[in-house]
């Protein structure tokens, strides 16, 4: 099970740190990404991070405002978003996959239900 948490309304230009947390299976066998859909769009890859979080890959329109980290100790994978733009407006998923930086959804074995980000100036 996963369960993301963190959204919120935001401006523009403003941060927000997305958390998502895991239960009910081996947290650190598993790498953890994060995906997110606006209304009217297809669910887009956001970011991965390896099991031990020593490997990250990030959407190329994201980088340099997103950042993807874990804590194993605590299960939880966070998602750093700094300055945040009014397309960024959606809603996040958590998934977990056992294999190696997917960034094809289908590869992705569980899902969180969604945390939601507004956007606004």
């Known amino acids: 099970q996963l369960q993301a948490s963190g959204g919120g309304s935001a401006q523009v230009g403003g941060s927000l740190r997305l958390s998502c947390v895991a239960s009910?299976?081996?947290?650190?066998?598993?790498?953890i990404g994060w995906y997110r859909q606006a209304p009217g769009k297809e669910r887009e890859f956001v970011a991965v991070?390896?099991?031990?979080?020593?490997?990250?890959t990030i959407a190329d329109s994201l980088k340099g405002r997103f950042t993807i980290f874990r804590d194993n100790a605590k299960n939880t994978v966070y998602l750093q978003m700094n300055s945040l733009e009014s397309e960024d407006t959606a809603v996040y998923y958590c998934?977990?996959?056992?294999?190696?930086?997917?960034?094809?959804?289908?590869?992705?074995?569980?899902w969180g239900r969604g945390t939601q980000v507004t956007v606004s100036s």
């Open positions: 998934a977990a996959t056992a294999l190696f930086l997917p960034t094809i959804a289908t590869r992705y074995s569980y």
């Open positions: 009910g299976f081996t947290f650190d066998n598993y790498a």
């Open positions: 991070i390896s099991s031990e979080g020593t490997r990250q």
